[in-house]
C-alpha cells in the first residue's frame, strides 16, 4: 500500500473526531495521541483493512494540519476555530444533542447561535468530503456531529453512495420535538442512502419522527421521501475487534503488566474495575454511591477487595462535565477517608486515559466489570472486558440501559437508578457460584466473538453498495 496520500479515495469515513488527537506539550512539543472514544475503537480496525481516508477534526483548534498517511490509510484535517469548538462541538453536539439523544438526563440547552455554527461545520465538512471523494465513492458519515452531512454532501455531489451511521440512541419523538430544527436534522440525515443505528428501538423512533415530515412515508425499515428517492434504515449494533483484544490481553507483555498492577493495587484478593469516559450518560454517581454503601456497611470488606474505576477527561469545559467531576472527587474522597482499613483504600480512582495494553491488563485482573450507563448507544467496554476473560473466572454487571444489554442477556442486570438494587446484584456477582459465572461468560464471550467489529462494518457496506 502506499505511504503518500492519495488526493482522491473510493472510501471514506467523515467523523468528527480523527482516531489521533494533535497536543502540543507545555514545552510546544507536539504529539499525536489516540483519540478517546468508542467510534475510534470501533472504525480504527475497519479503516485499517479498508484503507481509504478518514476526514475528521486534529482535536486542537485553530490549527491548519496538512493530511498524512497513517497505518494504511489517509487522515484529512479539517480544521475548528475555538469559536467552532465553543459553538459546533461543546455546544450544539455536546450540550444541545448529547443531552437530548440520551433521554434528557441533563437538561438540553438550545442556541440560535450555536445552530448556526452546527449548519456551517457541517458545510465544511461536507465540502472537505466532496473534494476528495472519487467519482462514485462510498462515504460512510458517523455520529450526531455530522447528522447534516448528508444532505449537504448529496447537494455538492449525487453521484456518491452515501451511509450514516449513529453512535448513541436515537430518542422517543416525545424527547426529540423538543428540538426547535427538529425538522431540518432529519431531513439532514436523510440525505443518506442508508441509515445505521444501534438497535432496533432506534429505527422505530427515527421513522416515527420522520413520518412527520410534509409527504414522507415510513415503514418496515424504509422511509420513502417526496422526491422519489427511498432511505433504508435498519440497526447495526457495533463491536470491537474481539481477537485483537484477546490476543492483546495474552500478550506476555500484558500478562506481566497485569500481575505488576494487582500488586500495586496491595494483592487483594477481589477486585472490581469501571472504566468509562467521565460522562454523566455513565452512570458513575450511582455506581460509586451503591459500592460506597458495600464497604460501609461492610458487605464489601475493603481489608480484601479494591473498587479500581478509571475515568477519561471528556468535554472538561462543558458545565455538567465539571460539575461530574467534582461531585465524583468528593464522594471517592469522602468513602475513603471513612473507611475503617488503614491498609488500603477502597476506591483506586484515576482520572486519565492509559495505553490499550494498560486497560488489557486491568480486564485481566478484574473479577468483576462494573458497567452502569443511564444510557448508552452501545458500550463497548463491556464487550472488550468479555474479549479479554479468556478464563470464563469473572462476571459482568451491566444496565439495562445500554444498547449492549440486548445482545449480554446473560450479564448481571441491573437498573442503574435502582442503588439497592445495583447493591444486591453487585454481591450476587461476586458471590454466585464459578459454574454458573463460567456459564454466562461463555455465552456472552461466543456472542462477542461471533459479532465483532468487521461483521458489523461488512453488513452496512455490503449493504450501502448494494442497489
Ligand atoms: P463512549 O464511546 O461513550 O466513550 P464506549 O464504552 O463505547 O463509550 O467506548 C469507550 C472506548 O474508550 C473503549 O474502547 C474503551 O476501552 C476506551 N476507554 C475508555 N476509558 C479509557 C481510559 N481511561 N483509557 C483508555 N481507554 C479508555
Ligand atoms: O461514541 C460516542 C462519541 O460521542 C463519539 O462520537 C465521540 O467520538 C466519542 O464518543 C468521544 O467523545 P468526544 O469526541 O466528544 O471526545
Redesign the pocket.
Known amino acids: 500500500m502506499s505511504e503518500s496520500v492519495q488526493e482522491k479515495a473510493s472510501f471514506i469515513v467523515v467523523a468528527n473526531r480523527l482516531p489521533v488527537d494533535r497536543v502540543s506539550g507545555d514545552d510546544d512539543q507536539v504529539s499525536w495521541r489516540t483519540s478517546?472514544?468508542?467510534?475510534?475503537?470501533a472504525l480504527e480496525p475497519v479503516m485499517q483493512s479498508r484503507g481509504g481516508a478518514w476526514i475528521g477534526w486534529h482535536g486542537a483548534p485553530d490549527e491548519q494540519v496538512e493530511p498524512f498517511h497513517h497505518q494504511g490509510y489517509d487522515i484529512i484535517p479539517v480544521p475548528l476555530s475555538s469559536q467552532d469548538v465553543e459553538q459546533f462541538y461543546e455546544g450544539f453536539s455536546n450540550a444541545t444533542l448529547w443531552p437530548l439523544f440520551h433521554d434528557c438526563i441533563a437538561e438540553p440547552v438550545f442556541h440560535r447561535e450555536w445552530w448556526d455554527c452546527f449548519r456551517k461545520v457541517n458545510r465544511r465538512f461536507a465540502q472537505a468530503v466532496a473534494e476528495r471523494a472519487d467519482n462514485g465513492a462510498t462515504v460512510w458519515v458517523q455520529d450526531y456531529q455530522l447528522m447534516l452531512v448528508p444532505q449537504y454532501l448529496r447537494e455538492l455531489r449525487p453521484d456518491l453512495r452515501i451511509g450514516f451511521f449513529l453512535?448513541i440512541p436515537f430518542p422517543p419523538p416525545e424527547l426529540f420535538s423538543r428540538l426547535p430544527w427538529r425538522s431540518e436534522i432529519i431531513e439532514g440525515v436523510l440525505g443518506s442512502d442508508l441509515l445505521g443505528f444501534q438497535f432496533p428501538g432506534c429505527v422505530s423512533n427515527f421513522i416515527r419522527v420522520a413520518r412527520r415530515l410534509p409527504d414522507v412515508e415510513g415503514a418496515r425499515g424504509r422511509v420513502h421521501l417526496p422526491d422519489g428517492r427511498m432511505v433504508s434504515i435498519k440497526a447495526f449494533p457495533i463491536s470491537?475487534d474481539a481477537v485483537g483484544m484477546r490476543d492483546l490481553a495474552n500478550s506476555p507483555e500484558v500478562r506481566a503488566e497485569a500481575e505488576k498492577l494487582r500488586h500495586e493495587l496491595g494483592d487483594p484478593q477481589t477486585i472490581l474495575f469501571g472504566?468509562?469516559?467521565l460522562?454523566y450518560?455513565?452512570g458513575l454517581r450511582g455506581r460509586v454511591r451503591a459500592i460506597g454503601e458495600l464497604f460501609d456497611s461492610h458487605q464489601l470488606d475493603p481489608e480484601t477487595t479494591v473498587f479500581l474505576q478509571?475515568?477519561?477527561p471528556?468535554r472538561e469545559r462543558v458545565e455538567e462535565y465539571r460539575a461530574l467531576r467534582g461531585d465524583i472527587d468528593l464522594m471517592v474522597g469522602r468513602i475513603n477517608s471513612e473507611s475503617d482499613s488503614l491498609a488500603r483504600s477502597p476506591i483506586a480512582y484515576r482520572y486519565?486515559?492509559?495505553?490499550?495494553e494498560t486497560?488489557a491488563a486491568m480486564y485481566q485482573i478484574a473479577d468483576l466489570m462494573i458497567v452502569t450507563p443511564l444510557r448508552?448507544?452501545?458500550?463497548?467496554?463491556?464487550k472488550?472486558y468479555l474479549a479479554c476473560r479468556s478464563r470464563n473466572d469473572s462476571a459482568l454487571v451491566l444496565s439495562e440501559f445500554a444498547g449492549a444489554a440486548l445482545e449480554l442477556k446473560q450479564a448481571y442486570m441491573v437498573n442503574p437508578y435502582d442503588i439497592d438494587g445495583m447493591k444486591a446484584t453487585i454481591l450476587k456477582a461476586l458471590n454466585d457460584p464459578p459454574r454458573v459465572k463460567a456459564r454466562k461468560m461463555r455465552a456472552m464471550r461466543k456472542q462477542v466473538f461471533e459479532h465483532d467489529i468487521d461483521l458489523w462494518a461488512d453488513s452496512f457496506l455490503t449493504e450501502l453498495e448494494s442497489d
Open positions: 478517546p472514544g468508542g467510534l475510534v475503537t453512535h470491537i472504566v468509562d469516559r460522562d450518560s455513565k478509571l475515568a477519561t471528556s486519565t486515559s492509559v495505553p490499550r486497560l448508552d448507544g452501545m458500550n463497548l467496554v463491556a472488550e
